[in-house]
């Protein structure tokens, strides 16, 4: 019998629910409307697969931390969850170029400021001594 608490003990089922999930969720505002641009359609699956690959990783990170309740679990869990939103920017940005800007920062560089404070979450985890 299927129990959604042992979804994330199974890391291949939980990694195919990620890509559907993440696939319907985006394949109407973006992936159809953008199905015959060619190599943009190929950036577009970047940014995607970023998100599938985050969300899937960040769960992961969630769910060892509520295990295990550790300053590093809770610091990496944080960074993976930034990073969705880096990459949420960032396709935002690829797919709309023009449309959204905060007010003189673009929103391209709001992903770059993103995507660098994840970086500096993750290696805030790797070097704190517990």
């Given at each position: 019998?299927?129990?959604?608490?042992?979804?994330?003990?199974?890391?291949?089922?939980?990694?195919?629910?990620?890509v559907?999930g993440?696939?319907a969720?985006?394949?109407?505002?973006?992936?159809?409307?953008?199905?015959?641009?060619?190599?943009?359609?190929?950036?577009?699956?970047l940014?995607?697969?970023?998100?599938?690959?985050?969300?899937?990783?960040?769960?992961?990170?969630?769910?060892?931390y509520?295990?295990?309740?550790?300053?590093?679990?809770?610091?990496?869990?944080?960074?993976?969850?930034?990073?969705?939103?880096?990459?949420?920017?960032?396709?935002?940005?690829?797919?709309?170029?023009?449309?959204?800007?905060?007010?003189?920062?673009?929103?391209?560089?709001?992903?770059?400021?993103?995507?660098?404070?994840?970086?500096?979450?993750?290696?805030?985890?790797?070097?704190?001594?517990?």
């Amino acid at each position: 019998m299927f129990k959604p608490e042992n979804l994330v003990e199974r890391k291949s089922t939980l990694f195919s629910v990620v890509v559907t999930g993440v696939i319907a969720i985006l394949a109407l505002p973006i992936i159809i409307p953008h199905l015959l641009h060619g190599y943009h359609l190929a950036h577009i699956f970047l940014h995607i697969g970023g998100i599938t690959l985050a969300v899937f990783i960040s769960t992961l990170a969630l769910a060892a931390y509520f295990r295990l309740r550790t300053k590093r679990l809770l610091l990496s869990a944080i960074a993976f969850c930034t990073f969705i939103g880096a990459e949420s920017v960032l396709l935002v940005d690829s797919t709309w170029p023009t449309m959204y800007d905060l007010g003189i920062l673009p929103l391209n560089e709001v992903g770059h400021l993103l995507t660098f404070i994840t970086l500096g979450l993750l290696a805030l985890g790797v070097f704190r001594n517990d």
